[in-house]
């Protein structure tokens, strides 16, 4: 699953079910996350699916910036 995200709120904008990568036009992967940074937006792929579950949660990051999972939004 390929979980798109507002890079400054970290909210989950849209998802793409069974896939790693985007399924956006552009030739190669570089291409299509210089697209998508144009929007504010990033991606980050995860080896299960949630469906609209997802929707509860928010990307995580350490430090570093390295994606660490992700975290239940507050209620």
Do not use: W
């Not at 400054?8 to 069974?18: A, L, M, N, P, S």
């Not at 949660?57 to 999972?69: L, M, P, Q, S």
């Amino acid at each position: 699953m390929v979980i798109f995200y507002d890079i400054e709120t970290k909210e989950i904008k849209y998802t793409e079910r069974d896939s790693m990568l985007p399924n956006l036009p552009g030739g190669t992967t570089e291409e299509k996350i210089d697209l998508l940074r144009k929007e504010n937006i990033g991606f980050v792929s995860v080896a299960y699916e949630l469906d609209l579950e997802v929707f509860n949660y928010k990307v995580a990051f350490d430090e570093k910036n390295n994606f660490i999972g992700l975290q239940p939004k507050e209620v």
